[in-house]
């Protein structure tokens, strides 16, 4: 007796394939933590960077949450509440000119579904 195993991985169902990355992000809660868990280190650096790589700078690109806004050609404005914690941001500046620490305890980002 034998049996058929298949080598490919079972493709999503129609409604699983349909879920878009907004949708996703609304089910994730948010515990806002006053205290900001990003900082921009340095704003000459960003202009710097805005000169070397253009702008929009490699932050503003990367974030999937719309943290970062080069506002007037001369500030890098972070809005810490938006952030949904992928770390990106601090790997991709090539300045290390971003301090990120996770929400204090409690706070931030938490998915209801895993
Ligand atoms: S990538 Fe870094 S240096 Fe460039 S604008 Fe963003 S925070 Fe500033
Ligand atoms: S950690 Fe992710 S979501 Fe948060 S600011 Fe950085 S790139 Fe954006």
Redesign the pocket.
């Known amino acids: 007796m034998s049996s058929t195993v298949s080598a490919q991985p079972a493709a999503p169902s129609q409604k699983e394939a349909k879920v878009s990355v907004e949708e996703k992000l609304y089910l994730a809660k948010y515990k806002l933590d006053e205290r900001p868990h990003l900082l921009?280190l340095d704003q000459d650096?960003?202009q710097?960077?805005?000169v070397i790589?253009g702008s929009p700078?490699?932050?503003?690109i990367l974030c999937p949450a719309d943290v970062?806004k080069?506002e007037d050609g001369k500030r890098?404005i972070v809005s810490y509440d938006n952030c949904v914690e992928c770390g990106a941001?601090r790997i991709?500046?090539?300045?290390t000119?971003?301090e990120w620490k996770f929400p204090r305890w409690g706070r931030g980002l938490s998915h209801r579904y895993g």
């Open positions: 921009v650096v960003c710097k960077c805005a790589s700078q490699p932050c503003m970062y080069w890098n941001c991709i500046c090539p300045y000119n971003i």
